[in-house]
């Protein structure tokens, strides 16, 4: 074992990921991050969704308003 086995054991520990032979990580661990990644993404898109339809409701909120002022 050389120095850059014992880096590499510590920071898969560090950050608790799991690494096969050769430095790869597992499939399983891969597995975790894509899901992670999408989960992220999905996270992301739902506020993005959220704040255009707050937009859209404060907009016709204040046409609703300006309609009931020229009457």
Do not use: Y
Request: no cysteine; glycine share 16%; aromatic share 2%.
């Amino acid at each position: 074992m050389d120095q850059r086995d014992g880096w590499r054991s510590s920071w898969s520990e560090a950050t608790g990921r799991q690494e096969a032979r050769g430095g790869q990580l597992s499939d399983h661990a891969i597995n975790d991050e894509r899901q992670t990644d999408s989960q992220r993404r999905g996270e992301r898109e739902e506020r993005r969704r959220g704040g255009e339809e707050e937009r859209r409701r404060g907009g016709e909120e204040e046409k609703e308003g300006g309609e009931e002022r020229e009457r």
